[in-house]
């Protein structure tokens, strides 16, 4: 069933989600390298609460 829309509104929920975690994680003074590795944490667990687990060898520190 194709939705009228591109994301759903869960996925859309995630997204914004994962933006305030970032900007949460940046006003913590955390060192890039530390953000970095946490936000790949909290995407790869984004991508499995929305069915779409990474496959294997697949780069992770896309977005969601």
Known sequence: MKLPFEKTLFEEFISQTL???EQH???EKMTEG?????MR???EFARF???RPH???ERTAGSI
Do not use: H
């Open 19 to 21: 933006r305030k975690f």
């Open 41 to 43: 944490g909290a995407r």
């Open 55 to 57: 496959r294997y060898r």
């Open 25 to 27: 994680l940046r006003n």
């Open 49 to 51: 609460l929305t069915d």
């Open 34 to 38: 530390t953000i970095r590795q946490r």
